[in-house]
C-alpha cells in the first residue's frame, strides 16, 4: 500500500540539529513533488520546505530559509529535512507529502501524507 512514514523527530535545545526523514513505499518519489509541512499547537498548518520533480528546485518558508535544507536519496527512496539551528518556535508536529500533477504549485495538490513525527525544541 502507498505510505509515507515520518521518522526522526523528538526533543533538542534551542540551537541543536534534526534530520527528520520521510520514507515512501508503494510509489517510487522520482516524479514527484515533495514538501515539508507542519502544525504547531493552536495553529494552522504551514509549508515549511517543498522540492519540484521537473527541475529540482527547492521552496522554503522565510521563517526557516538558511537553516533548513530538503534532499532526497532516491536509491532509499527517502526525502530528509536537515533542521539546524532550531528554535523554540519550531516546535510542530511534521509532516511529509507527495504530489503528482505537474500543473500544480511546489506546495499544492498533495496526493500523499503522512502521518507526522513531533519535533519539540526546548531547554
Known amino acids: 500500500q502507498v505510505q509515507l512514514v515520518e521518522s526522526g523527530g523528538g526533543l533538542v535545545q534551542p540551537g541543536g540539529s534534526l534530520r527528520l526523514s520521510c520514507a515512501a513505499s508503494?510509489?517510487?518519489?522520482?516524479?514527484?513533488?515533495i514538501g515539508w509541512f507542519r502544525q504547531a499547537p493552536g495553529k494552522e498548518r504551514e509549508g515549511v520546505s517543498c522540492?519540484?520533480?521537473?527541475?529540482?528546485?527547492?521552496y522554503y518558508v522565510d521563517s526557516v530559509k538558511g537553516r533548513f535544507t530538503i534532499s532526497r536519496d532516491n536509491a532509499k527512496n527517502t526525502v530528509y529535512l536537515q533542521m539546524n539551528s532550531l528554535k523554540p518556535e519550531d516546535t510542530a508536529v511534521y509532516y511529509c507529502?507527495?504530489?503528482?500533477?505537474?500543473?500544480?504549485?511546489?506546495?499544492?495538490?498533495?496526493?500523499?501524507w503522512g502521518k507526522g513525527t513531533l519535533v519539540t525544541v526546548s531547554s
Open positions: 522540492s519540484t520533480s521537473s527541475d529540482g528546485k527547492t
Open positions: 507529502a507527495a504530489g503528482r500533477s505537474s500543473w500544480s504549485s511546489c506546495w499544492s495538490a498533495m496526493d500523499y
Open positions: 508503494g510509489f517510487t518519489l522520482d516524479y514527484y513533488r
